[in-house]
C-alpha cells in the first residue's frame, strides 16, 4: 500500500497504455498496469516508480472482481481508470463472422462495464475519481469495412455517456476521447510506409490530453474530445445548416 493516488490502465501496450503510465507516474501516482501480456507489464513496471503489473484479459470476467481487489490492497483504492482496451475486426458484413463481432463487443463495450464496475466502488470511497474511455471515430460512423469495430466502438460510446451522466453528481467524472488518427508506434508506422509524421498521433502527447481531462474542475467538466493530428485530412459536408466534419477514412 502507498499514499500515492492510484491510476489504474487497462490494455497497456508499448504505445498509449505505456505513455498513459508514464505520464501519470511523473505527476504522482501510483500505477497499475493491466494486460493479457504480464512479461511485457513486468519490464515496464520495472521502469516506472511506483508501477505493478497485473495480468488481465478484458473479456474474462470472472477475473475482474480478484484483479481489482488485488490493486487496492496492494497499491491503494483506484482514482483514475483510463479503459484503453480495445479490438475489432475490420470487415463488412458479409465477411464478419458472430465471433469477431461478439469479440469486438466483448473487448470495448462489456470490458468498460466490467472494469467500471469494480472501480467505481473504489472511487466512491474517496472524494470521486476519473474514468476516461479511449474511443475512436468509428463510435460516431459506421463505415463500410468496420461493422464490427463501429457497432462496439458506438456501444462503448453510449456506455461512457451513460455513466457520465449517472456518475457525474458523485463527483466521478467519465469521458471519452475519440482518437481520430493513427497512433505513432514502430507497427503502424510499418504499415503505412507512405504516410508522413505529420499524419500520426504521437502516444506522448494523447498522454498529455487525458491527464488534462482528470484536472478538470466539476464546474466545467468535458464528456467528449476528439483528437487528430494536424496533418489529418477533413471533409466538410453541410447538412441541415450545420457542417458535418469527418476524414473520409
Known sequence: MNNKPVCAIVGVGSGNGASFARKFAAEGYAVALLSRNIDYLKTLAEEIPAAQAYAYDATKTDSATEIFSQIESEV????????????????????????????????????????????????????????????????????????????????????????????????????????????????????????????????????????????QNSSAWTFEIDLRPFGEKWRGRLRGGCVRLSTGR
Open 76 to 215: 491503494g483504492a483506484i482514482s483514475v481508470l483510463i479503459y484503453n482496451a480495445g479490438a475489432g475486426a475490420f470487415s463488412n458484413i458479409d465477411d464478419t463472422d458472430v465471433e469477431a463481432f461478439q469479440r469486438a463487443w466483448e473487448v470495448n463495450a462489456r470490458g468498460l462495464f466490467v472494469a467500471g464496475k469494480q472501480a467505481i466502488p473504489q472511487m466512491r470511497k474517496q472524494t470521486g475519481g476519473n474514468i476516461v474511455v479511449i474511443g475512436a471515430t468509428a463510435s460516431l460512423r459506421g463505415s463500410v469495412g468496420a461493422a464490427p469495430f463501429a457497432a462496439a466502438k458506438a456501444a462503448q460510446r453510449s456506455l461512457a455517456q451513460s455513466m457520465a451522466k449517472y456518475l457525474g453528481p458523485e463527483k466521478i467524472h467519465v469521458s471519452y476521447i475519440v482518437v481520430d488518427g493513427v497512433i505513432d508506434i514502430e507497427r503502424t508506422r510499418k504499415a503505412m510506409p507512405t504516410k508522413s509524421g505529420d499524419e500520426f498521433i504521437r502516444p506522448d502527447d494523447l498522454a498529455e490530453s487525458v491527464w488534462t481531462l482528470t484536472q
